[in-house]
């Protein structure tokens, strides 16, 4: 009886639960699928990212490797430290060094700068002045590899002063070695926080504890992530293999990278902890999976419906259907299956005869398409048409010469703008074989048309930079781009290409170029100044002993005498030089050029009295705010005032006058005495005076930070015979955005 009632069951129903049940299932099953498939592309994913974060940090400690070790040959190869070395010569070694460490120190996180002595011995620490002589050798093992082979390594390893990246060089003198030099960065707190700010990450240094399986943590950018059972550091620390643990227990919210530490010798010293928060990527897939969840049952929903829709279609009266089916295909379109019920057979019947009467409108459709095929063709030729003007169009007015050149040479096109960078005329190019060539500079013209005719025969493609002329002869800079149009055989049919002029940013290139030449001539200017000051005080030094053990009446104290004047001139000389080519930083903020005026004063307030001077202060208090360095601008300020003293007679009277007429401008006024117009032109490099002091020495270095504050200075005489000093200064709304560090 049960089996009769399931046969008895509509067919409908028939159709319908199975049809559900699979899609229950199937969709079900895509789903669990779908979540575990994202769950292991973003475990990937952030595994990938994680190898990713410790490449980083593994790049970090290898540019920190060479750079130690790249500096470390740099100070070790100076003569003047071979020689303060091989003397033990600690305060020698201290004043060549020492600010360049500082320099180092603050703006590229040097940490260390260390001489020894054989064998592995402290000789001097320039980041601990007051500590040396102690023996390294059984724990600062690059030392003695050094000492034993003479070559420079680095790497990370234990000191004194802590953990980082060494690079310790020999240092020779004489072809003998005397000792060795390290150059030092940290590797901890300060260096992770910088790799956490960088990329978002929690990072700490792990090593071994002393006497068990353990590991602590030497540094660390987050407190509060938690340590892992030791063992799994062990693992990492004696395979040197790195591990990645996705949501470990105790850490669910967290992804771990562990990676080995080595030092230079490839020894494991530690293990590198990096850790991600997983909170967003658990948010994200949580999410996906309730989307999914609720996709699944819309997806239920619809296939009830579109299940319910074919079964009613399928269920059509079949008596006729066959009959009619094949009187349709004899051609007999316009029979209709009649509707003999009304259950879900006639439903099928009535889809069926829908679908006659879809197909005979289609047939109409298509009968109609093809009477107005020509008409369409026409519209479409048309739309091309306008399509080409429009691109023909554009190719004319771009910037650059667009052109197009058949495998024989000769030129079929070619745009307006021709005219505007080589002077040619596009009548003038086109069908000329061998204009390309003519008009490429002749040292360039070989290596261009080889490869330019290599493209015409063999189809590669042509891009290069060369000299070209202008019809005028003007030389030009060109970037030409050519790109061949190849046939079904791959024969070249044509080349379209592009012509650039970068005359522009060659001009700039070279600008560039001299720039860095200057800078170099400077640093070569200030390396022979002070190569020169050594001999030059070794010898006044031995002129003045010299005169000084002289009796009164010897025949030659007369000679020496002159020699020990001309040597301490050269050393004002050598003073000065030093004065304006040291490099100095300027600190830039919004400053009161009336109250600047006023403490420049102030400072040279003491020669102003003794030498009786009256001064004369009057200061315009529209004056505006300028962008300066407080301190630079000022001492430069009160240099002016204390060398205009040296030039004024006693209690003469010295002006002071401050105005602003659209700029800024400060005018001294004073008489003066012995300056004649020579002098004046040499005012701020009195190399021929006879005797300088310390404001003189200080002229060129005022000028020049006078300069970079952007400011002019002039120096003239007025009718009264007067010195006139101008300083004019823009104001800040006339410069814009204050300039903040700039270094000469």
Known sequence: ???????????????????????????????????????????????????????????????????????????????????????????????????????????????????????????????????????????????ARVEESGQGIAGLEWGVTGFGVRGVVPVYYQNKLIGTFEVGYSVEQPFLESLKRRYNMNLALLIPSEGDEGFNRLATTSVETPLMPGGTYSKVFRAQSPAVLISPPGAA?????????????????????????????????????????????????????????????????????????????????????????????????????????????????????????????????????EEKEKYETLVEHAPIIVYRIEPDGTIVFVNQFVEEILGYTPIEVTGDRDFWTKTVHPEDRKKVTEQFTACLAEGGQFMMEYRGTHKSGLELFLLNHAIPLLDDEGRVQAVDGIIVDVSERKRLQEKIIQTEELK??????????????????????????????????????????????????????????????????????????????????SGAEEKIDRLGIKLDLELDERLPYIHAD???????????????????????????????????????????????????????????AEQLDEADLEMPLTKVVIHRHGGIINIERDEEDKIVISIIFEPIERRGESIAGREI
Request: proline share 3%; hydrophobic share 45%; charged share 25%.
């Open 520 to 601: 170099t001539l400077s640093n070569i200017s200030a390396r022979l100044a002070h190569e020169i000051r050594n001999p030059l005080t070794s010898a006044g030094g031995f002129a003045r002993r010299l005169l000084k053990e002289m009796d009164q009446n010897d025949s030659h104290r007369r000679k020496v005498e002159i020699v020990v004047q001309e040597m301490g001139r050269l050393e004002q000389i050598l003073k000065m030089i030093l004065s304006y080519i040291r490099p100095i930083s300027l600190e830039f903020a919004e400053v009161d050029l009336n109250d600047l005026l006023r403490e420049a004063v």
């Open 630 to 688: 407080r301190s630079q601008l000022c001492n430069a300020l009160e240099t002016i005032l204390k060398n205009a003293c040296r030039h004024m007679p006693d209690k003469s009277r010295l002006r002071v006058v401050t105005t602003y007429d659209g700029a800024a401008v400060i005018r001294l006024f004073y008489p003066a005495l012995h300056l004649a117009d020579d002098d004046m032109e040499h005012f701020f490099y009195p190399f021929v």
């Open 1 to 143: 009886m049960n089996l009769r009632r399931i046969q008895d069951i509509s067919l409908k129903w028939k159709l319908l639960i199975p049809f559900l049940f699979l899609s229950f299932v199937g969709t079900t099953f895509l789903i669990l699928l779908g979540l575990n498939g994202q769950k292991r592309l973003i475990e990937s994913q952030e595994q990938k990212k994680l190898f990713d974060y410790y490449q980083a940090f593994s790049d970090q400690i290898e540019d920190r490797e060479r750079s130690a070790l790249s500096l470390a040959y740099q100070v070790a190869q100076s003569p003047a430290v071979q020689e303060a070395f091989a003397r033990r010569d600690r305060r020698a070694l201290i004043e060549l060094l020492l600010p360049s460490y500082q320099v180092l120190k603050q703006e590229f996180d040097v940490k260390q700068f260390h001489f020894h002595t054989i064998p592995a011995t402290s000789f001097l620490r320039l980041h601990r002045i007051y500590q040396y002589g102690e023996e390294m050798v059984s724990f600062r093992h690059t030392i």
């Open 253 to 385: 919210g967290l992804a771990f990278f562990l990676g080995p530490l080595t030092d230079f010798s490839g020894k494991s010293i530690g293990v590198v902890e990096i850790s991600v928060d997983r909170a967003a990527t658990l948010a994200r897939l949580a999410r996906n999976r309730n989307i999914m969840f609720a996709v699944m049952v819309g997806a239920l929903v619809v296939s009830s419906v579109l299940i319910i829709w074919v079964v009613a279609l399928f269920l059509r009266p079949v008596h006729g259907i066959v009959k009619v089916a094949r009187e349709i295909a004899g051609g007999k379109r316009d029979q209709q299956i009649p509707v003999q019920v009304h259950d879900e057979i006639g439903t099928l019947a009535d889809s069926l005869n829908d679908m006659l009467d879809s197909l005979n409108r289609a047939r109409q459709e298509v009968q109609q398409y093809c009477d107005t095929l020509e008409e369409r063709v026409k519209m479409r030729t048309h739309e091309l048409a």
